[in-house]
């Protein structure tokens, strides 16, 4: 079970690197197993900002992204941070596949004084 956990993060990661073009290199260097002393403290300090993320420069995007880090070196955060992984990517699509279909659903109806002329 563990052997299936690591290849899902590796395709987590692997999504990542191509959806964000210019973190691909930092993500390749971490996860190298010789960078584990910055992954870790990395790993806390983005869990940490996610925390934070009603302070104006921090963001929820670290959240995600702290977690992986960490499950890299964490075996049993692998199956959770798989699963919000994913579950949130499908999330994600389906609200961007609504959204792409009907683009008059965040429009108010027409008010009474709108429909009179």
């Known amino acids: 079970m563990s052997e299936k956990n690591a290849w899902r993060l590796r395709r987590q990661f692997l999504r990542i690197e191509r959806q964000v073009p210019i973190a691909a290199r930092v993500l390749i260097f971490l996860r190298q197993p ?5 992954r870790i403290p990395l790993g806390i ?3 940490v900002g ?5 302070l104006p420069v921090l963001g929820v995007w670290m ?3 702290g977690l992986l880090l960490l499950a890299v070196d964490l075996p049993f955060l692998q199956p959770s941070v798989n699963w919000g992984l994913v ?4 999330r994600l699509t ?4 609504s959204r792409r ?7 108010p109806p027409p008010t009474e004084k709108a429909r009179e002329d």
């Open 34 to 38: 010789g960078a584990r002393l910055i």
């Open 50 to 54: 996610g925390m934070l993320s009603f």
């Open 94 to 97: 389906l609200w961007r596949r």
């Open 101 to 107: 279909r009907d683009p008059d659903a965040t429009r």
């Open 63 to 65: 959240l995600p992204l």
């Open 87 to 90: 579950r949130g990517q499908r």
């Open 45 to 47: 300090l983005l869990v």
